[in-house]
């Protein structure tokens, strides 16, 4: 690109008819959307991390077998499903239906498995510790508060993220979608394994009991 | 394809390489976090460590598997910037008070 033409696209960028950013506006808009979520997040980390240090009573229910392991492996999962669905988008970008198709159906797998894992989870501490989000047997009822708020709220967002995905794939492959809706789904995917990785260690790591 | 089209672009960033050595590092950042919880650190160096890892980690998601490091400075300084500077009003109210609980010698 010559000198003039740069001066041209830095002098007009703003006056309409551009993309300032050189994104998609959809792809802005989701953006904006995840800096808006990361703050919803963010208060509820930082809540609970006030509530966690200011508490020296706080229950440690995590053993390392079965609790830790398992959310261990979730995260595991979702990392993974993060790689998918980066691969997915690339080879969206490449053209290749097929592949793409393929990738997100991974992504979705291994979504599936973190809410049924997670869900189990919750299952066994509902009914066999008896923690439910207003009480628990170690008498503080902000640990249930806490866990199940954040948790919760990061549950549902896999669970829209893998039905965002679903239609995404069908839509992808039947040419309804472009490239850049599989890398705006990918951007609100990536988001949700990014609000575990502070969710796992601050919630879960935070609260091991090694006796056990 | 326009002028319009071409500034958006389609930019096919990052080889599988690339991305298996992130998810790589990340699985790593992980084992160390889970390590840690073995050794009975007091809550406030806990959580000021697993934070910081945490932040690593995130960074790594946003820069490579969001592309953000692959887009123009313009976004970055739009999104990240505010965000961060909300975050750090929450934190001025959370430090002093809990940390003065920790301060009475309860821990």
């Given at each position: 690109m010559s000198h003039t033409e740069t001066e041209g696209i830095i002098e007009s960028s703003w006056s309409g008819g551009r993309a300032p950013f050189a994104i998609n506006s959809n792809k802005l808009g989701m953006w904006l959307f995840i800096v808006s979520d990361s703050l919803t997040f963010s208060a509820l980390l930082v809540a609970y991390a006030y509530v966690r240090l200011a508490n020296p009573d706080w229950p440690?229910?995590?053993e390392i077998w079965p609790a830790i392991a398992k959310s261990t492996l979730m995260t595991l999962i979702l990392l993974s499903s993060s790689l998918t669905m980066v691969l997915g988008v690339g080879a969206a970008h490449r053209?290749?239906?097929?592949?793409?198709?393929?990738?997100?159906?991974?992504t979705m797998i291994f979504g599936l498995a973190f809410v049924v894992i997670h869900a189990t989870e919750w299952y066994t501490l509902m009914t066999q510790e008896h923690v439910?989000?207003?009480s628990n047997p170690w008498g503080v009822p902000l640990f249930g508060g806490t866990f199940f708020g954040l948790t919760g709220l990061h549950m549902l967002h896999v669970t829209i993220g893998v039905v965002y995905l679903a239609v995404v794939a069908w839509g992808f492959k039947r040419d309804k979608y472009d490239a850049t809706d599989v890398e705006v789904s990918g951007l609100y995917w990536h988001f949700v394994d990014l609000?575990?990785?502070f969710i796992?260690?601050?919630?879960?790591?935070?609260s091991v009991n090694l006796k056990g | 394809m326009s002028a319009h089209d071409a500034a958006i672009g389609?930019?096919?960033?990052?080889?599988?390489?690339l991305f298996a050595t992130v998810w790589?590092?990340?699985?790593?950042l992980t084992g160390i976090e889970v390590f840690l919880a073995y050794l009975r650190l007091a809550p406030p160096l806990m959580l000021t460590i697993l934070v910081g890892l945490s932040l690593i980690k995130a960074a790594l998601i946003v820069s490579?598997?969001?592309h953000l490091r692959f887009e123009r400075l313009g976004l970055f300084l739009l999104l990240i910037p505010a965000m961060v500077f909300c975050i750090c009003m929450m934190l001025i109210m959370f430090f002093p008070d809990s940390l003065r609980v920790v301060g009475l010698g309860a821990h």
């Open positions: 440690r229910p995590f053209g290749d239906r097929k592949k793409t198709v393929k990738y997100l159906i991974w439910t989000p207003w609000v575990w990785m796992f260690p601050l919630v879960y790591l935070m | 389609t930019h096919e960033v990052g080889s599988t390489k790589f590092w990340l699985l790593l490579y598997f969001m």
